[in-house]
């Protein structure tokens, strides 16, 4: 963007035969001046406001008139004249070369700040001259406010003249782009606006208030410390410009914003005179107690540190740039006198503001004539304190910045130097341009001990204190430093606290305010947004079952691992019980117990039908079968212990293969039994020479084929996929059922559809058998406890399906035990019946007669 003074220089330079140099402002005269070898300019805001003049095209205005003196200026255009009177008396510096300086004011005001620009390049000389001679400065020193110090970088950069800023921290001047010969000895608001967003996190303040100065340094430094804000998680509740030009109307929209507001920090990025009107506009409104957070505009800005201003932003923190100590400085500002040189005219306005005179007689004025001599010890006045060293330290190094940097061009060798083919500068014809390329490069430490150097966007290292308000004993507002922060530090380290100073905070409070849009969410909970409303403001939503949060304000509830639950309060979790069907407890020793006694009882029948192996009613019912059918049934009641206690691989697999063949090889040994009743009904018919078909020998490899088929699937089985003990997490979310998985469901359904399909076929002989006409047929009771082996099984397969954990061992136990007691005592106890309480049936005649 082309300024309207570039474009004016441009024609000015444009135009035909040789460019004449008008005088520009010819009233114009320096405050402070002093001839030398190399002059340094400066310009600064002596004055607060300029006084507005209607401009016409008939009439010259004449100078602008500027109103409110500003001593805390002078007093920046006194550390300069001192910093150059310290160069001047230094053999080590400069040697031979004398610094010369024209000190300008600024008002401060755009326009006047160009003008002053313009006068330090070209002297003010009533005769034309030719505007193509150097420049009459070698830098400038100023301005202190950034939108006036815009105007002075945008005007003097064409021709390379460096401007070095005490004060200017607008964060869109490290352009280099825009503005090439920029420097200043403050940090950049860039930087400022990113540690005010910290020291905000640092405290916890999440939802806050934001005012600015409308102005470059306002605006941008907000723009700046609102997309930091955004990042540390900090939400703005509002963000509202204001400037001291503007109307008390506006002031009052301001106080009203603030007063309808929930939140209890204010962010003020704006300049000592707009804070100072906005603070006692709130004063009238009663609106204490908000907690303010400074920038360095005005946190330590003395003229605002009244007990109106207090009454408001008492306990106020903020950012500061450090204080440091100018020996001699105190002194140098007492001698100081407008009569002492001629070019001190910046004092006279002062002078006789302090002392009540004029310096010159006046007509209209009938004060009394002062000499500007007087002495300033005993006089209480703040022009006498310059204890508030911070700013004008910042300017006592931007003078010797240059003077570094023009000792360094004096120092240079030829065929060494930085310029083309390693020449130097000339010495006796030192251009702006030159000495802006050693500021670039110019590195020292200063006799206080502060290195100073330049970063590529001409910054320097990013330093602050950190400043709280508070009274004294004497009532009196101090500026207590509680803090530093470092940008050059660690991340996580630049905040570092004074263990030594206890912090005041609004209303005198001495524990940290809070100020957030909701409250945290605790352990246990998690955050849920509301929409339309920033992301500070949310509700508190506790962890689902089975989830748990244990940051406070976690974003999202975090699901356990698979073997663990969420305690009662969400904020953790711990270890799931493993539920099995232990020997221990009551199911587990019932079942044990009704399996032992099954065992038991089945040894008991098996010893009688021993005893009474000759009786006719065991050698009629095949008691080689009888025998191996009571084996296979014990291990039927004994195999259900297997299903007892905790999983194992070797436990699964047994439990269900020791179940499938037991069963099936006590079917095979009925089905054998129900066949050979089938036979011997057949064989007592006329002719028949069945049970020749079916002796001992076919039913032995009947009973053997049958259980081999079993035997071949349960390897088939336990060779592709056999049953695993597995952690079930599914089915429970509070516990963990250990159980052993099928592997293969095709391999558990096939052993259990083989023994269905073996019960199934044996219920149908011995249904067809029932009624064959036998005092004692035994197919009737093979037919009763194939029907209840059947009912079981069927009633197994739903109760399996759905029973949950450990009842679904429990299922299947009681499904082989009482399927298992059905066949014991449907087979086997009408037989001992006989044996033991009708020993007068149990003979062979008895046996042999048939049942008409």
Same mark, same amino acid.
């Not at 609102?226 to 109307?249: F, M, N, W």
């Not at 530093?484 to 001495?510: E, I, T």
């Given at each position: ?218 605006? !941008? ?158 006089? !209480? ?338 060779t592709t996929s056999p049953p695993f003990p597995n952690k079930n997490t599914n089915h429970y979310k509070e516990k963990i059922i250990l159980e052993c998985d099928v592997g293969s469901a095709v391999g558990f359904w096939a052993v259990l559809a083989y023994i269905g399909l073996l019960s ?93």
């Amino acid at each position: 963007m082309v300024l309207l003074t570039d474009i004016l220089l441009l024609v000015l330079f444009s135009g035909l035969g040789k460019p004449v140099c008008r005088p520009y402002g010819a009233q114009e005269f320096s405050q402070f001046s002093k001839e030398g070898n190399i002059t340094i300019g400066g310009i600064f805001s002596f004055h607060l406001n300029p006084v507005s003049v209607d401009p016409t095209l008939q009439v010259n205005p004449g100078r602008v008139q500027c109103q409110g003196l500003d001593q805390g200026e002078l007093h920046f255009a006194q550390a300069m004249i001192f910093a150059i009177e310290e160069i001047n008396n230094n053999s080590k510096i400069l040697p031979g070369i004398s610094l010369g300086y024209r000190i300008y004011d600024s008002c401060p005001s755009v326009p006047l700040s160009v003008s002053a620009s313009l006068a330090l390049m070209n002297r003010h000389e009533e005769v034309a001259k030719t505007c193509l001679k150097p420049s009459s400065v070698h830098a400038v020193i100023g301005d202190t406010f950034s939108t006036s110090t815009i105007g002075i970088a945008r005007t003097v950069g064409p021709f390379h003249i460096p401007v070095l800023s005490h004060s200017a921290t607008c964060a869109c001047l490290s352009n280099k782009k825009e503005y090439p010969t920029f420097f200043r000895t403050i940090p950049s608001d860039y930087y400022q606006s990113r540690a005010l967003a910290k020291l905000v996190e640092y405290f916890g303040w999440t939802w806050i208030g934001a005012i600015r100065t409308n102005n470059d340094y306002g605006n !941008n430094g907000m723009a700046t410390f609102l997309k930091a804000a955004k990042y540390e998680g900090i939400c703005i509740e509002y963000s509202v410009p204001i400037h001291k030009t503007d109307s008390r109307q506006k002031f009052l929209e301001v106080v009203e914003i603030i007063k309808k507001s929930s939140s209890k920090v204010i962010v003020a990025f704006v300049d000592g005179p707009t804070l100072e009107m906005l603070a006692k506009e709130l004063f009238l409104q009663n609106m204490t107690g908000f907690q303010w957070v400074g920038s360095e505009g005005w946190i330590n800005y003395r003229s605002i540190a009244s007990p109106v201003s207090y009454a408001v932003v008492g306990g106020a923190i903020g950012l500061a740039i450090p204080k440091m100590n100018l020996p001699g400085l105190q002194e140098f500002v007492m001698k100081m006198r407008p009569s002492s040189r001629p070019g001190n005219m910046g004092l006279v306005e002062l002078w006789e503001s302090i002392f009540s005179c004029i310096l010159k007689p006046r007509k209209d004025v009938s004060m009394k004539t002062c000499t500007g001599s007087e002495s300033l010890h005993g006089i !209480n006045d703040s022009y006498t304190d310059v204890s508030n060293t911070n700013l004008l330290n910042n300017v006592y190094n931007a003078v010797y910045a240059v003077a570094h940097s023009l000792h360094n061009l004096i120092m240079c060798k030829d065929g060494h130097g930085p310029f083309m083919n390693r020449t130097c500068a000339d010495k006796g014809q030192i251009e702006p341009w030159q000495v802006l390329h050693y500021l670039t490069q110019v590195k020292f430490t200063t006799k206080h001990g502060e290195r100073i150097q330049f970063d590529k966007q001409g910054d320097p290292v990013p330093r602050y204190t950190l400043v709280n308000w508070q009274l004294n004993s004497h009532g009196v507002v101090v500026f207590e430093i509680i803090g530093l922060y470092d940008a050059s530090l660690p991340k996580g380290q630049q905040f570092v606290m004074k263990d030594d100073v206890q912090a005041v905070w609004a209303n005198s409070r001495q524990e940290v305010p809070r100020s957030v849009c909701s409250e945290s969410c605790l352990p246990g909970t998690h955050m849920a947004f509301v929409k339309g409303k920033p992301i500070c403001c949310f509700d508190c939503i506790p962890c689902a079952d089975g989830e748990f949060s244990n940051t406070t304000n976690a974003l999202t509830c975090v699901p356990c691992p698979p073997e663990y639950k969420s305690n009662e309060e969400r904020n953790n979790c711990d270890l799931k019980s493993i539920e099995f069907l232990t020997f221990h407890e009551l199911m587990g020793i019932l079942l044990v117990a009704f399996s032992v006694m099954g065992g038991c009882l089945t040894i008991t029948i098996a010893l009688i039908f021993f005893v009474y192996k000759d009786t006719p009613i065991v050698k009629a019912n095949n008691s080689e079968l009888s025998f191996l059918l009571l084996f296979s049934l014990k291990l039927c009641f004994l195999c259900s212990l297997t299903f007892i206690g905790r999983p194992s691989k070797w436990s699964c697999m047994l439990r269900h293969t020791v179940f499938g063949i037991t069963f099936v090889l006590c079917i095979s040994c009925i089905l054998g039994k129900t066949i050979v009743v089938l036979m011997a009904f057949r064989a007592t018919l006329p002719g028949s020479n069945v049970m020749k078909w079916f002796g001992p020998p076919q039913q032995r490899l009947s009973v053997l084929a049958f259980t081999l088929i079993q035997v071949l699937i349960c390897v088939l089985w336990l060779t592709t996929s056999p049953p695993f003990p597995n952690k079930n997490t599914n089915h429970y979310k509070e516990k963990i059922i250990l159980e052993c998985d099928v592997g293969s469901a095709v391999g558990f359904w096939a052993v259990l559809a083989y023994i269905g399909l073996l019960s199934i076929l044996c219920f149908v002989l011995a249904f067809l058998a029932r009624k064959l006409p036998d005092n004692f047929n035994e197919a009737k009771f093979i037919t009763f406890s194939m029907l209840i082996f059947c009912a079981v099984w069927i009633t197994f397969i739903p109760a399996y399906v759905s029973s949950p954990g450990k009842f679904t061992v429990a299922v299947e136990i009681f499904a082989i035990l009482a399927s298992s007691y059905g066949m014991l005592f449907c087979i086997f106890v009408p037989k001992c019946y006989i044996i033991l309480l009708k020993p007068e049936k149990n003979t062979k005649r008895n046996m042999m007669d048939k049942t008409l």
